[in-house]
T-cell receptor, first 116, second 115 residues
Framework: AQKVTQAQTEISVVEKEDVTLDCVYETRDTTYYLFWYKQPPSGELVFLIRRNSFDEQNEISGRYSWNFQKSTSSFNFTITASQVVDSAVYFCALSAGETGGFKTIFGAGTRLFVKA | SQTIHQWPATLVQPVGSPLSLECTVEGTSNPNLYWYRQAAGRGLQLLFYSVGIGQISSEVPQNLSASRPQDRQFILSSKKLLLSDSGFYLC??????????????FGEGSWLTVV
């Protein structure tokens, strides 16, 4: 069975703090892809990153960084020096298997509040 | 570049009334198309996906149906809405490839309130 767990329902930080959003996944497939999306108050989901199971290199994009660890089945997302505009719901997602491209599994999301 | 649009953005419908949400994708051909629903404060639920014209796969048996009359058009319908159909509906697309790894791109979403 495939599953994505985002244990943190809500996180509240003060602007300029660093914050890490956790994502733990389950799959038996050896080839799979992991994603993060951002959903601001407007509602539209914005794609942030895609990582395949053979690439464990961490990635940094500006204030965003992602830590992929196959040993712990985790794909965590860190925002450095958070800003009010980072307030949103963040979803981690998993795509695996032959039909995985059609049935991407989303976590329940983590709502991040960044206070000024 | 590719764009996706869905409409209407918001609607309030009485119980028992019909529903039609439309979605179009531009800048790509033969995309995979999806309808997701997000209940208030909850995650995303895949409702339907389509790999081609007239090809619809249903993930959750319910009061809704989907159709794909043209390559880049996807329609979500209901003949009689239920209160439980209220939610945020998202159309999405990905490149038309089998297997995992397709990045899904979402439209702006449609807020449906059934009263």
């Amino acid at each position: 069975a495939q599953k994505v767990t985002q244990a943190q329902t809500e996180i509240s930080v003060v602007e300029k703090e660093d914050v890490t959003l956790d994502c733990v996944y389950e799959t038996r497939d050896t080839t799979y892809y992991l994603f993060w999306y951002k959903q601001p108050p407007s509602g539209e989901l914005v794609f942030l990153i895609r990582r395949n199971s053979f690439d464990e290199q961490n990635e940094i994009s500006g204030r965003y960084s992602w830590n992929f660890q196959k040993s712990t089945s985790s794909f965590n997302f860190t925002i450095t020096a958070s800003q009010v505009v980072d307030s949103a719901v963040y979803f981690c997602a998993l795509s695996a298997g032959e039909t995985g491209g059609f049935k991407t599994i989303f976590g329940a999301g983590t709502r991040l509040f960044v206070k000024a | 570049s590719q764009t996706i649009h869905q409409w209407p953005a918001t609607l309030v419908q009485p119980v028992g009334s019909p529903l039609s949400l439309e979605c179009t994708v531009e800048g790509t051909s033969n995309p995979n198309l999806y309808w997701y629903r997000q209940a208030a404060g909850r995650g995303l639920q895949l409702l339907f996906y389509s790999v081609g014209i007239g090809q619809i796969s249903s993930e959750v048996p319910q009061n809704l149906s989907a159709s794909r009359p043209q390559d880049r058009q996807f329609i979500l319908s209901s003949k009689k809405l239920l209160l439980s159909d209220s939610g945020f509906y998202l159309c999405a697309w990905s490149r038309g490839q089998r297997g995992s790894g397709n990045t899904i791109y979402f439209g702006e979403g449609s807020w449906l309130t059934v009263v």
